[in-house]
């Protein structure tokens, strides 16, 4: 029998036992398609989850994040090349669960003015840089990885297959210790 598959973990490979993990249903990412030839869903070959870009997310409750710098790395793609809402890739939201200490996301396509539609940005403390010319975007469907950087309190650097897409700098915007939780894959 051919059914379809939904992940309920991620697994933390380092030892430290931070597993993102969804115990709703609905909102698991698929992993298995029962409509695909080899049923294990794939991107450039290689297994991959599918977000569903309305509500499916893996997250991790505490911070394993902490002082004046940080470096996360993904491969991810989109489905659509532009959409209307922001599209967060993954981030570590503060304790007031309206911001972000640390999050990778692609701006709204309609966003307004003083941000840059489908850009790629880094979001530290909550804050990212507003009418930054250093914005790189992304409007296509296919597989990038992306090396977000936070250092020194000040400087933010997106790279995209290796290259500069992103960079922004500005006062110290302070220390990534106030995360409460890492979530994969939705904004929550």
Known sequence: VVADGFADEWKDQSGNANHASQATFASQPQIFDSASPTDLITDNGKPALDFDGIGDYLQYTGNFLGGSAATGVSVSSFDNATRAAREIMWGAQDSSGARYDFLITRQA??????????????????????????????????????????????????YNNGSTLTTSSSTSLGNLDDATAFVIGADI
Request: glycine fraction near 10%; charge should be negative.
């Open 109 to 158: 396509s309609n966003i307004g003015s003083g941000s840059t539609q489908n850009g790629i940005d880094i979001y530290v403390e909550g804050n990212f840089q507003i009418n930054n010319p250093n914005v790189g975007t992304i409007t296509d469907v296919n597989q990038h990885l992306y090396t977000a950087i936070y250092s020194n309190n000040v400087r933010r650097i997106v």
